[in-house]
């Protein structure tokens, strides 16, 4: 993080009065909390489990903890925007006054310092790798956006498995003009060349998108890219815009399982299913413009995009995971209390395990809440 002789961090905190300061990490999967070496050797801490653990806690939560069983030691969440990174664990061996103010201020600084270095290192990267990833999932990983991003009137949240041999699953989300884009890729097989057209399918919406074009442009650029450089491959894909003022949803899906939507805890059975269009990769979308679909939505709505490998998850014993199981814990965990981070993280961990930890088809989960009426805004 800083000179071979010196911590920015640690020292940051012994300026504001703390005797220690650690940077803990999440990994790909959310499952641990990993110290983020310094240039001193012999940091006394191990990973620490996300469920069960104060420093958990403050995670998930994104809520500051301070330890009542060891006094003067606080976690404190590490936060870009609304995207969690990690926790920053203080020690102050005499707190009070407004010490836990100035680390809540490290601890945002931390998070940009964090985050400004990933781009570039590879210690920071590997911190939150438990195990080696597949060729397929660093070439995804590469293109996938945060999981989390939001503003005022919107937040936008995605979890994918599995995390180090992803193959074919890909989703990207980006916040600009009042319009909030989400799509959700799905690529036949779970090679390289199924890697490989998820991210030209990326490549390909973020340009048009980014060109001006709109959702069926968007659906014709990427049909148009994988029939003409990657032409065995066929792709199925939700690509959608929301405006977030008028919370006026459109969307095209092109064989993808029909998004879904929640309202005041409920699953509005089929509000958002419509004929689907053909996979993209067929050359069939160049030859002229495809339906987009549309639809109002209201204040605290969540849009749900996932990929049949979620509903068509198997147990050992056969049994599905299937949309009920998806749409019920999702809300019964928001209901609770659970931000919708922490509730995908659940749910996929959920899904994993009804799967034994042996995933065999990736599976993605997007979910987009449109809050314009949240106290604050």
Same mark, same amino acid.
């Given at each position: 993080? &800083? %000179?071979? +002789?010196? !911590? @920015?961090?640690?020292a940051?905190?012994? /300026?504001?009065?703390?005797? #220690?300061?650690w940077?803990? =990490?999440?990994?790909?999967?959310?499952?641990?909390?990993?110290?983020l070496? &310094? %240039?001193? +050797?012999? !940091? @006394?801490?191990?990973?620490?489990d996300? /469920?069960?653990?104060?420093? #958990?806690?403050?995670?998930? =939560?994104?809520?500051t903890?301070?330890?009542?069983?060891?006094?003067?030691? &606080?976690?404190?969440?590490?936060?870009?925007?609304?995207?969690?990174?990690?926790?920053?664990?203080?020690?102050?061996?005499?707190p009070?006054?407004?010490?836990?103010?100035?680390?809540?201020?490290?601890a945002?600084?931390?998070?940009l310092?964090?985050?400004?270095?990933s781009?570039?290192?590879?210690?920071?990267?590997?911190?939150?790798?438990?195990?080696?990833?597949?060729?397929?999932?660093?070439?995804?990983?590469?293109?996938?956006?945060?999981?989390?991003?939001?503003?005022?009137?919107?937040?936008s949240s995605a979890?994918?498995?599995?995390?180090?041999?992803?193959?074919?699953?890909?989703?990207?989300?980006?916040?600009?003009?009042?319009?909030?884009?989400?799509?959700?890729f799905?690529?036949?097989?779970?090679d390289?060349?199924?890697?490989?057209a998820?991210?030209?399918?990326?490549?390909?919406?973020r340009s048009?998108?980014?060109?001006?074009?709109?959702?069926?442009d968007?659906?014709?650029?990427i049909?148009?890219?994988?029939?003409?450089?990657?032409?065995?491959?066929?792709?199925?894909?939700?690509?959608a815009d929301?405006?977030?003022?008028t919370?006026?949803l459109?969307w095209v899906?092109?064989?993808?399982p029909?998004?879904?939507?929640?309202?005041?805890?409920?699953?509005?059975?089929?509000a958002?299913?419509?004929?689907?269009?053909?996979?993209?990769?067929?050359?069939?979308?160049?030859?002229?413009?495809?339906?987009?679909?549309?639809e109002?939505?209201?204040?605290g709505?969540?849009?749900?995009?996932?990929?049949?490998?979620?509903?068509?998850?198997?147990?050992?014993?056969?049994?599905?995971?299937?949309?009920?199981?998806?749409?019920?814990?999702?809300?019964?965990?928001?209901?609770?209390?659970?931000?919708?981070?922490?509730?995908?993280?659940?749910?996929?961990?959920a899904?994993?395990?009804?799967?034994?930890?042996?995933?065999?088809?990736?599976?993605?989960i997007?979910l987009?809440?449109w809050?314009?009426?949240?106290?604050?805004?």
């Amino acid at each position: 993080m &800083g %000179p071979p +002789d010196d !911590d @920015p961090v640690r020292a940051a905190a012994r /300026e504001l009065g703390a005797d #220690g300061a650690w940077v803990f =990490l999440a990994d790909v999967q959310q499952r641990h909390l990993v110290p983020l070496p &310094g %240039p001193e +050797d012999g !940091d @006394p801490f191990d990973p620490v489990d996300v /469920e069960g653990t104060l420093g #958990g806690r403050a995670y998930r =939560l994104q809520q500051t903890q301070l330890s009542s069983a060891s006094p003067g030691v &606080g976690w404190f969440p590490l936060v870009d925007g609304v995207e969690r990174i990690g926790v920053l664990r203080i020690e102050d061996g005499a707190p009070g006054g407004d010490s836990t103010g100035r680390y809540e201020a490290l601890a945002a600084l931390v998070a940009l310092l964090v985050v400004s270095k990933s781009a570039y290192s590879d210690v920071v990267v590997g911190v939150g790798r438990r195990q080696p990833m597949s060729l397929q999932a660093e070439l995804l990983w590469a293109f996938l956006p945060p999981r989390t991003i939001g503003t005022r009137h919107v937040t936008s949240s995605a979890v994918l498995e599995p995390a180090y041999d992803v193959g074919g699953d890909a989703f990207d989300h980006s916040v600009a003009g009042g319009r909030l884009h989400v799509s959700v890729f799905d690529a036949m097989g779970h090679d390289l060349a199924s890697g490989g057209a998820s991210s030209v399918a990326l490549a390909a919406c973020r340009s048009t998108r980014r060109s001006g074009g709109g959702l069926a442009d968007i659906v014709r650029a990427i049909d148009d890219a994988l029939a003409r450089w990657i032409p065995d491959r066929l792709l199925t894909a939700v690509v959608a815009d929301l405006d977030t003022f008028t919370g006026e949803l459109s969307w095209v899906n092109c064989g993808h399982p029909p998004p879904l939507l929640i309202r005041d805890g409920h699953v509005l059975t089929d509000a958002l299913s419509r004929r689907p269009e053909l996979p993209l990769g067929l050359g069939f979308h160049r030859h002229g413009p495809q339906p987009v679909h549309h639809e109002r939505l209201q204040p605290g709505d969540r849009l749900l995009v996932y990929t049949d490998g979620v509903t068509e998850a198997r147990s050992t014993s056969g049994e599905l995971f299937g949309e009920l199981r998806l749409t019920d814990s999702l809300v019964q965990h928001m209901t609770g209390g659970d931000p919708a981070p922490e509730a995908l993280r659940r749910l996929i961990h959920a899904l994993v395990t009804h799967q034994d930890h042996e995933l065999r088809d990736d599976a993605t989960i997007l979910l987009a809440e449109w809050h314009p009426d949240r106290p604050g805004n």
